[in-house]
């Protein structure tokens, strides 16, 4: 397991997303964590969403980003989704 955040970023296009996301992957991937039993090589896996005129609430957008999150898990990790 890990953590999931949520993390807001005002004024990112939602063609610039996946993009930004996978240059944050890049970033993560390349780190060599040093431990006890050698080196950790760090995974992410992000799901991206945007407010849309349909939502309802906040949670609409919430789940949506819940959604593409696990969408990136199951198709291999050290993804970026967008939904």
């Known amino acids: 397991g890990g953590d999931e955040f949520i993390v807001m970023f005002y ?4 063609q610039n997303a996946l993009n930004f996301g996978n240059k944050i992957l890049a970033e993560i ?3 060599q964590i ?10 992410l896996s992000l799901g991206f969403s945007y ?3 349909f939502d309802s609430s906040y949670k609409d957008v919430i789940e949506r980003a819940d959604q593409a999150l696990y969408l990136s ?3 291999g990790r050290n993804r ?4």
Do not use: D, R, W, Y
């Open 11 to 14: 004024g990112l296009s939602e």
């Open 29 to 31: 991937s390349a780190m």
């Open 34 to 43: 040093e431990v006890q039993q050698g080196v950790i090589n760090p995974t």
């Open 51 to 53: 407010f849309k005129a």
């Open 73 to 75: 898990k199951q198709h």
């Open 80 to 83: 970026a989704t967008l939904l």
